[in-house]
């Protein structure tokens, strides 16, 4: 069934409500007020249009949701100024670059998770590869390679940065850490040596810092392909 347009915006003409200008709108909205909170309704509001207006221009809430996370994903690569670098701190500086981007905008990380399809995901995917290819990795390592780098960076800022945490735990980060660490404080240091000691670095860790150590050491496992001597 075609889509048919609602009305024209207040004081502007019927093409003046473009995909970018609703789902930039959508993550202004997003950011006040999560997932939850955003509503076509309000969103035509905050607008001045009808929400028949936006149905021309995105099919429902969920897909404007993954077009404003792609959004996000494009904010994060437009700001991203490392490419002529030395591949792997350009790589270190292109993973921080969006995860910082994810922590600004913590309802985006859960989205773009996915097989890359929209454009940012799929222009991320490919700058990595480009840079993975610019280290010297055999040709037929390139895809593992940049795949792993790619799931990595989406993947553990999204586990990092909007855990799933479970309906019946306190609200907040903060207070959810706290519980879970006071749990592990009570495990059998015999039967969990590593859990029982560590309960202290989850309660007070750093999620930026805690990305940065994996990252580390999957790029150095990448220098250490590319070329063997390195590990030494």
Do not use: C
């Not at 069934?1 to 959508?26: K, W, Y």
């Not at 940012?120 to 840079?131: C, E, K, S, W, Y």
């Not at 240091?189 to 990252?215: E, M, N, S, T, V």
């Amino acid at each position: 069934m075609p889509r048919t347009r609602g009305r024209t915006p207040a004081g502007g003409r019927a093409d003046a409500l473009s995909q970018e200008v609703i789902v930039g709108a959508a993550i202004a909205l997003l950011d006040e007020r999560g997932e939850r909170g955003l509503t076509l309704r309000l969103l035509a509001e905050r607008l001045n249009t009808g929400t028949g207006a936006l149905y021309w221009h995105v099919a429902n809430k969920d897909e404007l949701v993954v077009l404003a996370a792609d959004q996000v994903l494009g904010h994060a690569l437009a700001g991203d100024q490392h490419r002529e670098e030395d591949p792997r701190a350009a790589l270190h500086a292109l993973a921080m670059a969006v995860f910082d981007a994810l922590d600004r905008h913590r309802w985006a990380a859960p989205h773009v998770n996915a097989p890359p399809m929209l454009v940012n995901a799929l222009r991320l995917l490919d700058r990595i590869g480009t840079l993975v290819a610019r280290t010297g990795l055999p040709a037929e390592r390139l895809f593992v390679a940049a795949t792993a780098i790619s799931f990595y960076i989406t993947g553990v800022s999204a586990k990092i940065i909007a855990p799933r945490i479970p309906v019946d735990a306190p609200a907040g980060r903060d207070a959810y850490l706290a519980q879970t660490a006071e749990r592990w404080e009570r495990l059998d240091a015999a039967d969990y040596p590593f859990l029982a000691h560590a309960a202290k670095d989850l309660r007070d860790h750093d999620d930026r810092d805690q990305f940065i150590a994996g990252l580390d050491m999957l790029l150095h496992g990448l220098n250490t392909t590319a070329d063997p001597r390195s590990s030494a």
